[in-house]
């Protein structure tokens, strides 16, 4: 794995944060465990979360990502209290570190796919921010029915939710709309209520929840990178001829959005699986009252609607029922501190 390392920290350097190697270097080995933890971390919001998810105990998770920051020679997570937050450096180490985990998997699952060619094989993709709970959920029970299929997750920005479709790198994909189903088919897996995030310092951020009209003289983040109808559906032209900014603040990816509502003071707007995944106390999230629901849909290329398709879109469906789930994907409240 020193190769991997290698890769990660010039990744690294290049993005212009100082490597301080120490001693520890020349008699430390890393190893993917140490991905995992530090990702299952970032995604927890804490310590104790992540542990529960690893099915380990709380020190040698901590002693294992203090290890990782001395040998990278930089500060991964700012711990404050009880409270733990990816630095900026954090943050772009933790889409490295995805993204290895999942170069690791792919090869692992090409190179078990080439000893046995008689496996069949399902690639299912999902935007860990918005469907996690549910894509993982959805995993376990094809496995759990068919353990003899071979079940690859594969981790996808929402500007590939169909292009992953079409470029052949997936099966099927968790797709929230509004999207382009040219040449693809698709099932509704839920309804995911759009909930607002907002500064914890905000005068509505102790409100049980808001219209559109509050939100009128807050500046919405607009989503870039994608097409007319998803940054008019999930940015500015929610309330037309209400509001009053003249630019809204435009973002390329859901941690960037965040990011600009906590430092701008502004607005986004996101669904309530978000929720799941983001365990910040700088902004919180609040129901909206008059907004549609968005669609969340699995979808797959058109004709290619094979018994091991139809197995993920029933698995889907039950993943979308399972309580633990439903909890994630049902009526929102709102989190973080907020004044009182």
């Not at 944060?17 to 190893?31: F, Q, V």
């Not at 979360?49 to 040998?71: C, D, F, G, K, Y």
Request: negative net charge; charged residues 25%.
């Amino acid at each position: 794995m020193h190769l991997a390392w290698v890769i990660v920290c010039s990744r690294l350097h290049t993005r212009q944060y100082p490597l301080r190697m120490g001693p520890y270097t020349d008699h430390m080995e890393l190893d993917l465990r140490h991905l995992r933890y530090f990702v299952a971390v970032a995604e927890e919001g804490g310590f104790t979360r992540a542990a529960a998810r690893l099915h380990m105990t709380q020190p040698p998770l901590s002693v294992a990502i203090r290890q990782l920051e001395r040998e990278l020679g930089l500060q991964l997570l700012d711990r404050t209290g009880n409270r733990v937050e990816l630095t900026s450096v954090g943050r772009d180490f933790l889409t490295h570190a995805r993204n290895l985990l999942q170069q690791w998997q792919v090869t692992v699952e090409r190179m078990r796919q080439a000893g046995s060619q008689d496996v069949e094989r399902l690639v299912v993709a999902f935007r860990p921010a918005v469907s996690r709970p549910l894509a993982h959920r959805t995993i376990e029970l094809i496995r759990e029915k068919h353990p003899e299929y071979q079940v690859v997750p594969r981790y996808v920005p929402w500007t590939e939710q169909t292009a992953c479709l079409e470029a052949g790198d997936a099966d099927v994909s968790f797709v929230l709309e509004p999207a382009d189903y040219v040449g693809l088919e698709r099932a509704t897996v839920a309804l995911l209520p759009r909930v607002v995030c907002l500064p914890s310092a905000h005068e509505l951020a102790s409100r049980d929840s808001v219209s559109i009209d509050d939100l009128s003289e807050v500046p919405i983040i607009r989503p870039t990178g994608g097409s007319p109808e998803w940054s008019d559906f999930w940015g500015g032209e929610v309330c037309p001829g209400k509001r009053t900014w003249k630019e809204p603040p435009t973002a390329t990816r859901l941690d960037e959005a965040i990011d600009l509502v906590a430092l701008e003071n502004a607005a986004a707007l996101v669904p309530v699986s978000v929720m799941a995944v983001q365990h910040r106390q700088d902004v919180v999230f609040i129901p909206v009252t008059d907004v549609p629901a968005a669609r969340l849909s699995l979808a797959w290329r058109e004709g290619s609607d094979s018994e091991l398709v139809r197995l993920a879109v029933r698995c889907a469906q039950a993943a979308a029922q399972d309580p633990a789930v439903r909890t994630l994907f049902g009526e929102p409240r709102p989190t973080g501190t907020a004044p009182a």
